[in-house]
């Protein structure tokens, strides 16, 4: 009787319950540690006063972003301030888990998808590192587009940062029927920012580990290389994302307008406030976004390998069994 070994199954293809268990429980784990910052940027972004005074000294301007950040919260103890940039945190964490097992789950399967249909031609055209670097850029582009089916849920945990919807379950009910198709408004600078920002992560990652390191993903990385690899892609994807990013959380911040197209959102605030306003957030995106990107990349990574051995161990010892009961159970000659 043959048993396969441990080694078959880590090279086996990832199941998608493995990637779905290693990204749900990432989201989980890491959300209440970066909620505060993503709150904070949040408001940075829809705060108006800020480059309206381009005159003011530096302690006013810091003044009026801290007034922004911690809104009613401003002026109050700290463990006050640190409070108020936790509301919505049911709202995120759920939002969070939806989100990245989505962008986890579909961007490996379509790529995989990819390298099943085309890999042999795209290869044919391109180095290999290359081809691979391309073809989840490709995948990246498909990902990216269908993360618009999660915009209301981003909506929502959008207005419960920014103090627009309050606490409770009521007013959340209250909010989706009185929004509805509201919901969706932003939609545009959504997709320009998801179809770059998951273009530039995976496939930023995916240059560093072939053409850096020569290595195929993850699975054959390094902790270190994987580490690098998975900021250089964060980094990228924060870059590119940020201006589209500000347009998005500003129109979904807006109440009881009815449907507002993100291009209205986009021409207002460069004429109230100039192009300069398009990089609100962005030093502090910067500074917490590629450590937190680079976090969930990596520790998703991580889990989705060891859920992958678990789950092919469980049906190597099931198949075991199996195989051990067909012998015992056997007709004797």
């Known amino acids: ?158 207005k419960r940062q920014t103090g627009v919807l309050q606490k409770g379950v009521k007013p959340l009910v209250d909010m989706i029927i009185k929004e509805r198709g509201a919901l969706y408004n932003g939609w545009e600078a959504a997709l320009c920012r998801n179809i770059p920002g998951t273009v530039t992560m995976f496939g930023g990652a995916a240059y560093v580990y072939n053409h850096w390191f020569h290595v195929q993903g993850s699975r054959d990385a390094t902790v270190s290389q994987s580490l690098i690899a998975s900021a250089a892609g964060a980094f990228c994807s924060v870059v590119a994302t940020n201006p589209a990013d500000v347009i998005k959380v500003r129109t979904q911040k807006l109440e009881g307008q009815g449907k507002v197209s993100a291009f209205s959102v986009l021409k207002n605030t460069v004429k109230e406030e100039g192009v300069k306003a398009l990089g609100k957030g962005l030093k502090l995106r910067a500074v917490v976004a590629v450590p937190k990107l680079t976090a969930v990349q990596v520790v998703a990574n991580y889990l989705t390998v060891q859920a992958h051995t678990f789950f092919s161990r469980k049906a190597e010892i099931a198949a075991v069994c199996d195989s051990d009961v067909k012998e015992k159970c056997a007709p004797k000659k």
């Not at 949040?42 to 301007?61: G, I, V």
């Not at 007034?67 to 108020?84: M, N, R, V």
């Not at 964490?93 to 990819?114: E, G, H, L, P, W």
């Open 1 to 158: 009787m043959q048993r396969s070994s441990s080694k078959q199954g880590e090279s086996a293809p990832i199941s998608w319950q493995a990637r779905l268990l290693g990204s749900a429980a990432t989201a989980a784990f890491l959300e209440p540690f970066f909620q505060p910052i993503d709150t904070s940027v949040k408001r940075l972004q829809t705060n108006k006063e800020l480059f309206c005074t381009p005159s003011a000294t530096f302690a006013k301007k810091m003044d009026i972003a801290s007034q922004a950040i911690f809104q009613d919260a401003y002026g109050k103890p700290l463990t006050e301030k640190i409070k108020s940039l936790y509301k919505g945190m049911s709202v995120a964490i759920a939002y969070s888990i939806m989100q990245r097992s989505y962008k986890f789950c579909t961007q490996s399967t379509v790529s995989d998808n990819i390298e099943k249909h085309v890999g042999e031609t795209t290869r044919s055209h391109f180095d290999a590192p290359t081809a691979k670097v391309l073809q989840e850029m490709a995948a990246g582009v498909i990902t990216g587009t269908g993360e618009l089916v999660l915009l209301p849920a981003d909506n929502l945990k959008v």
